[in-house]
């Protein structure tokens, strides 16, 4: 599997999510996840599904130090009371002494990003996560995040797919050593049925869907992948033996649109770049 470093951090560059999948779901499809070649899991405390993330690994045999487990704390835990026992709490469902990458999930309105900053370095320290890392920032509250952080924040989860320009917070994470993780790369299901994605990928072999996330690896980000389908997690995995043309990463760069933003929940979201 390709990796995308960032100061220190090895992150394969194709991740399973499992945003919006239930406890079923979830232990359905990680055994086929593993099954085609994929150890970088992302989940969340909000996501509800940590649990059955850590059963179905467990379950499966997967050893702990061929994976790369990523989790992200809720904005109802930052504060010195709950976040270190929020991260205690994910630990324990994901079976595991510490995770390899933990999150910000949200910077939301009520707390200070200096203050998340200092509770999400607390449990670095105590040896919770290896890497730490946001989600959701503006290139604003990332410089920031970056400024006040003792330890590296080696990437910035951000929604990325073929209908939102998100160049300019890319260029500012990539000057600054972060690395871009891309969720939401299906556009909420657009991408598969999307006729210049298909076009592109035909004289490939590939699906519009392998063509999207093949566009976010090929500019350096870490893509996280979704299907709720065993049979289809390997059509996902498949992206590694194809290239795409200058010509065809211009095409995709031509559907990003002023509306292309999907996820924006008040509170929660910053004032997103231009």
């Known amino acids: 599997m390709q990796t995308i470093k960032a100061h220190g951090a090895e992150i394969p560059a194709l991740g399973f999510g499992v945003f919006r999948m239930t406890e079923a779901e979830v232990e359905r499809v990680v055994p086929a996840a593993l099954e085609a070649g994929l150890r970088h899991f992302d989940t969340a405390q909000i996501y509800g599904n940590e649990a059955a993330l850590g059963r179905a690994l467990q379950k499966a045999g997967a050893r702990r130090n061929d994976l790369f487990l990523t989790t992200k704390v809720w904005v109802d835990n930052y504060n010195p009371g709950k976040f270190a026992a929020s991260v205690d709490e994910s630990l324990e469902k994901l079976k595991v002494d510490q995770v390899d990458l933990l999150l910000l999930h949200w910077p939301a309105d009520k707390v200070a990003i200096a203050e998340q900053i200092a509770m999400l370095n607390a449990v670095k320290d105590a040896g919770k996560t290896r890497f730490i890392g946001v989600s959701n920032q503006n290139i604003a509250q990332m410089r920031e995040s970056i400024a006040l952080s003792p330890?590296?924040?080696?990437?910035?989860?951000?929604?990325?797919?073929?209908?939102?320009?998100?160049?300019?917070?890319?260029?500012?994470a990539k000057a600054a050593g972060v690395a871009i993780t891309a969720y939401y790369g299906m556009a909420d299901g657009a991408v598969p049925g999307d006729p210049v994605l298909k076009k592109i990928g035909a004289p490939y072999g590939k699906s519009a869907a392998q063509v999207a996330l093949r566009w976010l690896v090929q500019q350096g980000f870490v893509a996280l992948s979704k299907t709720a389908k065993p049979e289809r997690v390997a059509e996902n995995a498949a992206i590694f033996d194809f290239t795409l043309s200058d010509t065809d990463m211009a095409a995709i760069g031509t559907l990003a649109r002023p509306d292309g933003r999907l996820v924006n929940p008040p509170g929660l979201a910053p004032a997103w770049d231009a």
């Open 151 to 172: 330890a590296p924040i080696v990437t910035n989860q951000i929604e990325v797919h073929p209908y939102l320009d998100q160049r300019a917070v890319a260029a500012a």
